[in-house]
């Protein structure tokens, strides 16, 4: 990757702090703070250019737009709030979702995505 830009490094930065994938216009208001004046053109822009270098991935989950994550080590899974739309990474894989599947059939891959209420939600 070409030398990261001082918006891009800010996007990383803050995407690195909240630890879990984030939608650009979450990281346009962290970020705002590090880089005065950025947008959420140059928001996406430099979302595209750092997963492009392997430093983020997208992730698309149905019903909400898509959200950001530092691309991390490891097979996770992720929990979806239903009240506020945050997204949360859940550690750790189910061992017994190879006894589900149909005699005589191979997994590839898998996502699970659990939709309910995070605790801030669930608390009020």
Same mark, same amino acid.
């Given at each position: 990757m070409q030398r990261m830009t001082q918006q891009q490094e800010a996007i990383l930065r803050v995407l690195e702090e909240f630890g879990? #994938?984030?939608? #650009?216009?979450? =990281? =346009?208001?962290?970020?705002?703070?590090?880089? #005065?004046?950025l947008g959420l053109a140059t928001v996406y822009r430099a979302l595209k250019r750092l997963a492009a270098a392997g430093e983020v991935r997208k992730v698309e989950v149905a019903g909400l737009p898509p959200h950001y994550e530092c691309l991390s080590e490891g097979h996770h899974h992720f929990f979806v709030c239903e009240n506020c739309q945050r997204m949360f990474d =859940?550690?750790?894989?189910?061992?017994? =979702?190879?006894q589900l599947m149909p005699p005589g059939f191979r997994m590839r891959s898998h996502e699970i995505v659990i939709y309910g209420a995070c605790r801030e939600c669930a608390e009020s």
């Open positions: 879990r #994938p984030v939608a #650009p216009q979450d =990281l =346009l208001e962290a970020a705002s703070r590090r880089s #005065p004046g =859940l550690e750790g894989c189910s061992a017994g =979702l190879k």
